[in-house]
């Protein structure tokens, strides 16, 4: 195993953008030994190996064993395994806290250790619970320790220091702003958010442009999943005060967005297999039945509420999926759907999960 360390050495090095000379002028070494290592013409003394290590943002085994990498790898398909029920992910946050200290600047380890993390505060007993706020008479979320928001915001933040993909970027930096708002950093939510890209300068749209003929349905496929996932949550994010005064005629107009918005969705899935979708469902159906529900207009929130059994139902088998073909022409040309790269039922925002059933409709429910 140790005649891999210049290897590795050589790996590390480049995938943090470091040169020879700046590993050697940082351990106090000439770039000739820094090479040597590299050639496996020598070694590292022994005392140089902990700063060597923490140079190139790897433990001390990385350097040594080849299985490293699968070892995290293995860590990181539990937690997805456990994720497809947020509730229980809970139980895997002291592993995955072990794995970070061994493996300090993965990203993958990192982005989901700020998911468990985000889930056990926002779920401490492992399903969101609503209680009643004497103040106001309004519903607000019963969440777990801050102390779990504070980590995750550190854990996410070492995570956008480390090389990623664009799709493991891209994610961190959303879980980091929900999280920063979440902890009432509204401020580093808001610089953040204003470094990002427009929609109409996104990766999805410009490739519509950019393809030819033979990749246009895949990148048009691409582009509408992810226009109509960001138009359901704009509308759960949008206060209904925003449209008219915040009266019950207004909260029940955006009741009636979320519904059309739902069924816009759904119209582009006529065989009813919406993929990742079917969160964003879920979430826009519990908004529009929680709503009725507190007007007393149970039909409407009955009907609602089916729609949104049937795509939590939905999300489930989605994540569960080994793979997962969408039946609507358009979307044929992706292929098949990874669940670990599309399931986004951890990505829970706690502004979605504030409404709640008046006492009435659920006493209803139980007739």
Known sequence: MVLNIGERIREKRRERALTQEDVARRLNVSAQAVSKWENASSYPDLELIPPLAELLGVSIDALF?????????????????????????????????????????????????????????????????????DASGKARLATGDDGLLREAIAVYERALSCPASQDEHDTIVKNLIVTYSAAGKKEDARRLAEQQSKIVSSREVMQLYAEDDGQKNAAAGRALLA???????????????????????????????????????????????????????????????????????????????????????????FGAAQGYRYGAALFDALGEVSPRESYRGFAVDPSKNTASFAPEYLEHLKS
């Open 65 to 133: 064993r080849e299985d490293i990498e699968s070892e995290a790898e293995a860590v990181c398909r539990r937690a997805d395994e456990l994720l497809k029920e947020p509730g229980s992910a809970r139980e895997y946050l002291p592993t995955l806290r072990e794995a970070v200290i061994r493996h300090p600047f993965h990203v993958g380890l990192l982005r989901r250790l700020g998911t468990v993390l985000y889930l056990t505060w926002l779920m401490p007993e492992g399903v969101p619970k609503s209680d009643a706020d």
């Open 227 to 317: 226009l109509l996932a960001q138009t359901g949550d704009t509308l759960l994010y949008t206060p209904p005060g925003a449209y008219a005064p915040a009266d019950g005629e207004a909260v029940e107009t955006h009741a009636q967005r979320c519904v059309a918005a739902a069924e816009l969705i759904e119209a582009f899935f006529p065989d009813g297999r919406c993929g990742a979708l079917h969160f964003e469902l879920a979430n826009l159906y519990f908004y529009a039945a929680s709503v009725y529900a507190s007007l007393g207009a149970f039909d409407r929130a009955d009907a609602c509420v089916d729609k949104m059994t049937r795509h939590e139902r939905e999300n489930k088998a």
